[in-house]
């Protein structure tokens, strides 16, 4: 079956490491997207890419870097300078101007 | 007026009530508009595309009114299983593929 794939779905990383968050799809999708949702708010952008070696920053990109070296995978690594990395991130990805099919998430707790 | 503004719930409903779910968007470019349905813990999934002439699935329907930037999601005889957090999601006018999600509404429905 098609879909995207978050691994893993709970991580928990120390203060200060840098961590990545793998999202692969097999939709075929052309556009990918890395949201970050906090509780009682809505998702927020942090870095999306339409096409393989191109990616945007969104609203929140500060403290984290994406790849699309292949359209199957966008990677984001969280970096020890993202304040406050704890959060549900949500990978998704959609092809032009269709809505957009999510990842089950992968929650990160940095203590 | 926020980008993209919801009711703020949360909504308890008995089973069998119609629930009427509110949201207003601030950019008049936006073209696209949709409404998920997220469930505790979960990824967001898509409920329904809005269109301008408003469109129904079962006892689902979502209305469009572009002059006054207002979108409305109505569940008709709901059920238990309809308990979860709606989220309004609006395209950000001018920039393809870049959507803006509400805050959502918690909506229970019970026996």
């Known amino acids: 079956d098609g879909g995207i794939t978050q691994s893993p779905k709970y991580l928990f990383r120390k203060e200060g490491q840098n961590v990545t968050l793998s999202c692969e799809q097999n939709?075929?999708?052309?556009?990918m997207y890395w949201y970050r949702q906090d509780p009682g708010q809505g998702l927020r952008l942090i870095y999306y890419?339409?096409?393989?070696?191109?990616?945007q920053k969104g609203d929140i990109a500060e403290g984290y870097s994406v790849s699309r070296e292949k359209k199957e995978s966008f990677p984001l690594t969280v970096t020890s300078a993202q304040k406050n990395p704890t959060a549900f991130y949500l990978c998704?990805?959609?092809?032009?101007?269709?809505?957009?099919?999510f990842g089950n998430g992968t929650r990160l707790t940095v203590t | 007026r926020k980008e993209v503004e919801q009711d703020p719930g949360p909504f308890n409903v008995p089973e069998g009530a119609t629930v009427a779910f509110n949201c207003t968007y601030s950019?008049?470019?936006?073209?696209?508009f949709f409404w998920y349905r997220q469930d505790c813990r979960k990824e967001p999934k898509l409920l329904m595309s809005?269109?301008?002439s408003g469109n129904e699935d079962g006892r689902f329907t979502a209305q469009l009114n572009r002059a006054s930037q207002y979108i409305s999601l109505l569940i008709r005889d709901s059920k238990l299983s309809d308990s979860a957090t709606y989220l309004c999601?609006?395209?950000?006018?001018?920039?393809?593929?870049?959507?803006?999600f509400g805050k959502g509404t918690k909506l229970s429905v019970k026996p």
């Open positions: 998704a990805s959609s092809i032009y101007n269709s809505p957009l099919h």
């Open positions: 939709l075929n999708h052309d556009a």
């Open positions: 890419s339409q096409i393989v070696n191109d990616f």
């Open positions: 950019n008049s470019a936006s073209q696209s």
């Open positions: 809005v269109y301008s």
């Open positions: 999601v609006v395209e950000k006018g001018g920039s393809q593929g870049n959507l803006i």
